[in-house]
């Protein structure tokens, strides 16, 4: 399709005379995405809002009681800003919003924002180096303090503050936000930006208030206590919070949207394990609302049939992947273990990592565990189809991996376990705790028995494992392990911060307290090339090419992609529950409720 007829059907839809689903569809019909047509339309000063909210129908806020929501990996703390794992983000979510979020076509939608920038509104500049947003007005704290650019500016000041240690500030450290006027803030990039709508938006957006954490932005940022008891913007005010264990919150009565929320209060339980959680929904119908099941489907499909309650199923960036560690775990340098100094003594060689790659069995791990909630994949990247490499492939190979093992030197010793230089091919595997992760851990396990590998597995908690407390030596990022399994979720349309957890700038360290993206220590300068190249590159199809090349790099080596999950969860039989794929489960929040 040339330009000249892309721009005719976009004008069509702008005069009314096609719908932005039609338009959607011819857009796939030659080869785009949805979340790709989509963002071309809010470009366009086409706003695709209305379409998602389109359901909603109490006709007042309040009124709808309780809603109770398990996630049996429990929150930790309440700062998005410093949210390792999901189950803090989620948390963060019910209290604090961003700019906008991903709607489940990969769209983006305004949610503090005033609209989406656009060419047309002139929110984007036509260089690539700015763009313009604009606050919605009326927004207020839920101490009553309104939300104005200043907290925008100070969001940004502080998530790129290196003292702050924030998760956040590889989306923050690139750009300059300045102040226009109270309700408009002006992001600049240094150099042509395709991807401009990572600050403020999605996971990473959330806007905190600066009349709260001013004094403790830098080396006093965990002292805050509002880590603990959040003041946002959000459709609830913050009640109580035990670490580990529940979090409560109110309807707030002043909430920016008509009508919503729906719910009187909303209460997220945490602790137990997916099986329970689903079968409190399923089965009990003691909760509304149960995340993240990583459940055998054919124990989901047993527990459906007690009528309690649905499993929604939606797909979007989600990837359960193998990470074989690129240093030594159990060589201490300057009190940090898996240091960057230290080399591990057998990933560090391609070839094992390419026999290690070879030793899963991807399409017995989908048939017997997973079934319709994930699928087999060779790449980290899984969505939007443009950004999909079509380079990779995945084998189950036994024998090519003994060749491989045998090449790399580590030949079979008296017990059958491989030894090279006197040190034996022996690796402890760590995950989380649940059943289908055990299982595949299983599986792997015994796949690389018969190739001379010795595998130890150790489970650990999840509330641990996904803490972000960095004194705790079990959590993921720390990785004092060989090998660790785990779901990363691609929460943009866009794979340009999903690919972040490999270039070498982002490595989790002791310094930066195991904050950084890059949890395998992978470095590569070819990558970091790449990846820096997309940036910068304005040209949609080089772009997305530049991208690929950077999927193919991380998987040739220690990141081996195992299974696209998908977003799984119970939902209560008369619970409208508004999901994405690329964004928070919490991200629609306010737009849900109860049918009668």
């Known amino acids: 399709m040339d330009e000249r007829n892309l721009r005719g059907f976009i004008e069509q839809v702008k005069d009314g005379r096609l719908s932005r689903r039609s338009f959607v569809q011819r857009m796939l019909a030659v080869g785009l995405s949805a979340p790709l047509a989509g963002l071309m339309l809010a470009e366009n000063g086409v706003a695709m809002a209305a379409d998602l909210r389109a359901a909603y129908k109490p006709a007042k806020a309040g009124g709808g009681g309780a809603l109770r929501l398990l996630w049996w990996q429990a929150p930790t703390l309440i ?47 036509a260089d690539g180096r700015s763009v313009v947003w604009k606050i919605k007005p009326g927004v207020a704290w839920h101490d009553g303090k309104p939300l104005t650019a200043d907290d925008l500016v100070f ?39 395709p991807y401009w709508c990572d600050a403020f938006v999605g ?40 670490s580990g264990d529940i979090v409560r919150g109110e309807r707030n009565p002043t909430y920016h949207l008509p009508n919503r929320p729906y719910f009187d209060s909303i209460e997220m339980k945490g602790g137990g394990d997916a099986v329970s959680a689903a079968r409190a929904v399923l089965q009990t119908g003691e909760y509304d609302y149960a995340w993240n099941l990583q459940v055998e489907d054919e124990v989901l499909k047993r527990l459906e049939t007690g009528g309690k309650g649905r499993v929604d199923v939606v797909y979007g960036g989600n990837l359960e992947f193998l990470l074989l560690n690129t ?85 079979r010793g008296s017990d059958g376990v491989r030894v090279k230089d006197g040190k034996r091919l022996k690796l402890l595997f760590q995950t989380s705790i649940n059943a289908p992760r055990q299982k595949t851990q299983a599986i792997i396990k015994q796949a690389a028995a018969k190739a001379g590998i010795e595998i130890e597995l150790k489970s650990v908690t999840g509330s641990v494992f996904f803490s972000s407390d960095p004194a705790n030596p079990d959590t993921y990022p720390h990785f004092y392990a060989d090998m660790e399994m ?111």
């Open 203 to 242: 996971i990473v957006g959330m806007v905190i208030p600066k009349h709260l954490f001013a004094a403790y932005a830098g080396a006093k940022s965990r002292e805050a206590p509002q880590n603990l008891a959040p003041v946002g913007t959000g459709p609830y005010r913050f009640l109580e919070f035990r």
């Open 486 to 596: 785990y779901t990363n979720n691609m929460t943009q349309a866009d794979p340009a911060i999903w690919l972040l957890q490999y270039v070498s700038w982002e490595v989790a360290t002791k310094e930066n307290k195991w904050q950084g993206r890059n949890v395998v220590r992978w470095r590569n300068d070819t990558y970091d090339a790449a990846y820096n190249a997309a940036q910068s590159e304005l040209d949609p199809i080089k772009r997305a090419a530049l991208l690929i090349k950077c999927n193919d790099l991380a998987v040739s080596e220690n990141v081996l992609p195992l299974i696209h999950r998908a977003k799984v969860s119970a939902v209560g039989a008369r619970l409208a529950a508004l999901q994405s794929g690329w964004d928070n489960d919490l991200s629609f929040l306010p737009d849900w409720y109860r049918e009668a």
């Open 327 to 411: 240093t030594d775990p159990n060589v201490e340098v300057d009190g940090e273990r898996s240091s960057l100094k230290t080399k591990h003594p057998a990933f560090s060689d391609p070839k094992v990592c390419q026999a290690m790659n070879l030793l899963i069995d991807r399409k017995s791990i989908e048939t017997y565990i997973y079934g319709r909630t994930g699928k087999p994949t060779a790449n980290t990247v899984n969505g939007p189809e443009r950004f999909v490499s079509k380079n990779t492939s995945f084998a189950f190979d036994p024998a090519k991996a003994n060749a491989l093992l045998e090449e790399a030197g580590w030949t």
């Open 155 to 193: 969001t940004w000041a502080y998530a790129r503050d290196p003292a702050t240690a924030a998760v956040t500030i590889g989306s923050y450290k690139d750009c300059t936000v300045e102040k226009i006027d109270d309700l408009s803030v002006r992001v600049l990039f240094d150099k042509p930006t």
């Open 79 to 125: 700062n998005p800003h410093f949210a390792i794992g999901t189950k803090d983000q989620e948390a963060s979510r019910i209290f604090y919003e961003p700019l906008a979020a991903w709607d489940a076509d990969g769209n983006l939608v305004p949610v503090l924002a005033a609209e989406i920038p656009s060419k047309e509104n002139g929110g984007l500049a």
